[in-house]
């Protein structure tokens, strides 16, 4: 299973990191990877979210619909996005290293009999991509949330644009894209997905997919980067 990878180091508590990451209605002002296109879609397990992706700043956006599969604050989010032929599954762990310290781990896993035709095209720009996020989160956590915080613990003020220009949200609501609706948040829903794109899919790891053990017996960033990759880029 093809697998891209970003980590990093952020001189913050677990806490606050994971608000800047499930906020996505505040992605805008410092995230250029990923831009929430309806803030009124809450993250929740078994939502489907709408979201766009620019893999490289300045790139045209690409709109994507995932679903939430997995919620566990404030370590764990986790949403699949799927097309016929092909699975994209984003995973986001936050691990508290040491207090006041929060290690970022963006693991992103394709599948689907299509994988192998597109992955070539996008897998340098998406690793980019992640990578990028990453080192805007960090930023962001540590010079605009860390800086505006007080004794008696973080409070939101307003958001500067910073380096990064805001995005604008699209003037048409959510429900005028022309997208089919799929009934994810149907009662009693319980895997947050469509089964029908891929029946048995299990929520966890894919079967015979292992992760490289750290020393202390968690799990972590020692995925193959693959640094020397140089694929085509489409014209």
Known sequence: ?????????????????????????????????LYDCDPGLPI????????????LEGDEETEFQPVITMLRPPTMLR????????????MFELRETVPGRTRYMHREHFSGILSKV???????????????????????????????????GYRHQPYSSGPYPERPYPERPYREQPYPERGYNAPGYERG????????????????YERPPYPDG??????PRDDDYRPRRRR
């Open 1 to 33: 299973m093809p697998t891209l990878y970003a980590e990093i180091d952020i001189n913050a508590p677990q806490s606050v990191v994971w608000q800047a990451l499930i906020r996505k209605d505040q992605w805008r002002f410092w995230n250029t990877f």
């Open 44 to 55: 929740a397990r078994g939502n489907e979210i709408f979201l766009s992706m620019q893999r």
């Open 79 to 90: 949403w699949i996005s799927t097309i016929p032929g092909l699975r994209s599954e984003h």
């Open 118 to 152: 597109f992955l070539p095209f996008i897998r340098q720009d998406e690793r980019q991509g992640l990578r990028r996020m990453a080192q805007q989160l960090k930023m962001h956590v540590e010079n605009t949330m860390l800086g505006n915080s007080t004794n008696e």
């Open 193 to 208: 997905y469509d089964p029908g794109y891929d029946p048995g899919y299990d929520p966890g790891y894919a079967p015979g």
């Open 218 to 223: 968690g799990y972590g960033g020692n995925y």
